[in-house]
């Protein structure tokens, strides 16, 4: 695909003594949200932290652009444009919302400084973000932390924003808010690639998807492909869509 802004080209990870992604290849195109599908244990997770660097792959190429990012430390990964949102969220609880997103302006110094604009889109995004600016985060309900989390990673512009499962254990209400969240960052111009186990929030969201299982990508195709093909989604997924 020559206008994937992500291309992962037979990537290897090891943990220890466990091989756990076995020569990855995966691409994402420039400017559309790609979905990154797969049963439990199947390696997404893994995928994206060798992205990040936060595990270094052993083996294969990540280009990020065109530009070979495979050695590059974590801090000069998300220098190079890429923010990631982790399962866990990584919210500092002991701090206020605006603190939260203080730490992730790395513009900015003081709250001041921080670009106006962006503020007020984001807001417009998440309405939570400003009626709880002032309050610890680790009063936030679970929603609201992945709002949060969602916030901080894109409080300055990126090329590519990696989620990892984002939906997980919110209410209905909240995954419709992010799904819109989702939509409106897609239109910006951000590429994305989110991992996801809703599949309807997965449907919802994506018209390009792989599949992994047991470390490697078993399906790369379009969401209508897979959700036509209840064999496929079985043989792949375990479930039907």
């Known amino acids: 695909m020559s206008d994937a802004l992500l291309t992962l080209e037979g990537v290897h990870t090891h943990i220890g003594a466990y091989h756990i992604l076995h020569g990855v290849g995966l691409q994402v195109p420039r400017?559309?949200?790609?979905?990154?599908?797969?049963?439990?244990?199947?390696?997404?997770?893994?995928?994206?932290?060798?992205?990040?660097?936060?595990?270094?792959?052993?083996?294969?190429?990540?280009?990020?652009?065109?530009?070979?990012?495979?050695?590059?430390?974590?801090?000069?990964?998300?220098?190079?444009?890429?923010?990631?949102?982790?399962?866990?969220?990584?919210?500092?609880?002991?701090?206020?919302?605006?603190?939260?997103?203080?730490?992730?302006?790395?513009?900015?110094?003081?709250?001041?400084?921080?670009?106006?604009?962006?503020?007020?889109?984001?807001?417009?995004?998440?309405?939570?973000?400003?009626?709880?600016?002032?309050?610890?985060?680790?009063?936030?309900?679970?929603?609201?932390?992945?709002?949060?989390?969602?916030?901080?990673?894109?409080v300055e512009p990126r090329e590519l924003l990696i989620v990892d499962e984002p939906s997980k254990g919110l209410a209905p209400a909240i995954i419709n808010n992010m799904i819109a969240a989702f939509e409106q960052l897609k239109h910006s111009g951000v590429t994305i690639l989110l991992v996801e186990q809703n599949v309807a929030f997965a449907q919802r969201l994506g018209r390009n998807v792989a599949v992994m299982d047991q470390g490697q990508i078993v399906y790369a195709g379009t969401m209508d492909e897979l959700a036509a093909d209840p064999d496929r989604q079985q043989a792949l997924l375990g479930l039907a869509l």
């Open 31 to 154: 400017g559309e949200l790609t979905l990154l599908l797969g049963r439990n244990g199947a390696g997404k997770t893994t995928t994206l932290r060798t992205i990040m660097g936060l595990w270094q792959a052993s083996a294969g190429t990540i280009r990020l652009g065109g530009r070979d990012i495979t050695g590059l430390s974590t801090p000069d990964i998300a220098a190079s444009g890429i923010a990631y949102v982790p399962e866990n969220m990584g919210v500092f609880s002991d701090l206020t919302v605006a603190e939260n997103m203080l730490l992730a302006a790395r513009g900015a110094r003081t709250q001041a400084q921080m670009d106006p604009q962006r503020l007020h889109w984001i807001f417009e995004l998440f309405p939570a973000i400003e009626k709880f600016w002032n309050h610890p985060a680790g009063k936030l309900s679970g929603g609201q932390k992945q709002m949060l989390a969602v916030s901080r990673a894109i």
